[in-house]
């Protein structure tokens, strides 16, 4: 199965900002709800955000107001501007659909320094 690719993480001070990129070749990735995961040492995997094929969109309480999740259809193309950065952001970051239905990718590491 066709695997999602992230990309966009790295080392950050606190404050700071980042933009991740997910991209997945073919032709219902538009039309899925595509969520943002992560994935901190020793923590389970948490959805943090989504968007649906219409664009709505929807955040976790630890995010909500610091990250905004976007859409790209014609690119197949979902990104994460992060901003405001903390050090609990810490955490190797995921896309699949809102139901895991992709096989997972290998994610992007985002490091934030305090």
């Known amino acids: 199965q066709v695997q999602p690719v992230e990309s966009g993480g790295g080392l950050v001070q606190a404050g700071g900002s980042l933009r991740l990129s997910c991209t997945r070749s073919?032709?219902?990735?538009?039309?899925?709800?595509i969520g943002w995961y992560r994935q901190a040492p020793g923590k389970q995997r948490e959805l943090v955000a989504h968007?649906?094929?219409?664009?709505?969109?929807n955040y976790a309480n630890s995010v909500k107001g610091r990250f905004t999740i976007s859409r790209d259809n014609a690119k197949n193309t979902v990104y994460l501007q992060m901003n405001n950065l903390k050090p609990e952001d810490t955490a190797v970051y995921y896309c699949?659909?809102?139901?895991?239905?992709?096989?997972w990718g290998q994610g992007t590491q985002v490091t934030v320094a305090s």
């Open positions: 073919g032709s219902t990735f538009s039309l899925n709800d």
């Open positions: 968007v649906s094929g219409l664009g709505f969109t």
């Open positions: 699949n659909t809102v139901s895991q239905r992709y096989s």
